[in-house]
């Protein structure tokens, strides 16, 4: 064989080598970064969440369940090949449409995950709070509940069975969708103590309450109205009435310690039953809160309004602003003029 044809073969084998080369080379480009993720409805994102103790295995299935991949295998030969079932990280990460396994595992091994803007506010219990965490954090209800009645956690805090709600302002915080029911409690501690910042502890003191007893008023007065222009003044009849020694008489301490918060008309036989939160037969504040007070409600009562009005009422219009009065005379004036509209509406409990 020529000198030439020798030339050719080894050419033509090397033109062969470097065809397979670029083709299997092309397959794997194809693999790891041509897009892969394929979200529904044409989204242009959405979030996938890693389960803390997840396996490689139980990834696996959620992908394939919430029909992200357009080709799952092509993810598992790169999620291989860059060790990801050694590197499973919980968390809630951050996936746009058209992304490819190769952006897709280094988000997932980095466990570089979204932060959750959290909110809470109109809750009522610790059982509701419980609730609303959960369905925005990873921290199953009952447990993140389970530890807030833990006495040995209460007290950790300075707190206890009815002041625990304290510890909790109402505001957007950002968490990690994984945090465990012990780091949320600390973060949340770590809020309460910024929030309680000299000057509302000196405005505190100067009304002679310490920062459980502000909020245990506010939460009464959080109840009471959702007109914040008013929350200064019903504050102010509230705080007439320890200084007199009258008793609070709140109808919201009433519902709250009966258990049946959708009582929309508090009648004299609720009166008369006997709870650690019936204010008409307790004189001061009740043990805790009766909410979680928005932080309007708190300010209001560290500044309340000074005036001489020592009894208010909803206005017959139910506009849910209050008429005020100085006497028990005025007072039962503006309340027959309420019962009488409530009547009409034929509301009787």
Request: charged share 25%; glycine share 4%; aromatic share 12%.
């Amino acid at each position: 064989m020529s000198a030439g044809k020798i030339l050719k073969r080894i050419l033509l084998a090397l033109l062969i080598l470097f065809v397979i080369t670029a083709i299997k080379s092309y397959d794997i480009y194809k693999k790891a970064f041509s897009p892969n993720i394929i979200l529904s409805n044409n989204e242009k994102e959405a979030y996938f969440f890693v389960h803390t103790g997840s396996t490689y295995d139980s990834v696996l299935k959620d992908l394939k369940e919430q029909n992200l991949l357009k080709n799952l295998k092509s993810f598992e030969w790169t999620a291989k090949r860059k060790k990801y079932e050694k590197n499973i990280k919980p968390g809630r990460y951050l996936i746009k449409n058209r992304m490819s396994n190769n952006e897709l595992v280094n988000r997932l091994r980095s466990g570089k995950q979204e932060p959750v803007s959290l909110t809470f506010n109109n809750i009522r219990t610790l059982e509701q709070f419980s609730g609303k965490i959960s369905q925005q954090l990873e921290v199953d209800s009952l447990t993140l509940l389970n530890h807030l009645r833990d006495s040995a956690i209460q007290q950790k805090y300075g707190l206890n069975p009815y002041t625990m709600s304290c510890m909790f302002i109402p505001n957007t915080y950002e968490f990690y969708w994984n945090t465990s029911a012990e780091k949320f409690l600390d973060r949340m501690h770590s809020e309460y103590q910024k929030f309680w910042n000299r000057t509302r502890e000196a405005q505190a003191k100067q009304i002679g309450k310490t920062p459980e007893e502000v909020i245990t008023l506010a939460s009464i007065v959080n109840e009471e109205t959702r007109k914040n222009n008013e929350k200064k003044r019903i504050a102010g009849v509230y705080m007439n009435r320890l200084k007199t020694g009258m008793r609070l008489q709140a109808d919201p301490t009433v519902i709250f310690g009966l258990g049946k918060l959708s009582i929309r008309r508090v009648l004299r036989k609720h009166y008369e039953i006997d709870t650690p939160y019936n204010t008409y037969m307790h004189a001061g504040l009740p043990p805790g809160p009766i909410c979680i007070p928005d932080i309007s409600s708190i300010d209001a009562v560290l500044d309340y309004e000074q005036h001489d009005f020592i009894y208010f009422c909803a206005k017959s219009d139910f506009s849910g602003y209050h008429s005020f009065a100085k006497t028990l005379a005025e007072h039962n004036k503006n309340a027959k003029a309420y019962q009488y509209q409530l009547n009409k509406k034929r509301i009787y409990k």
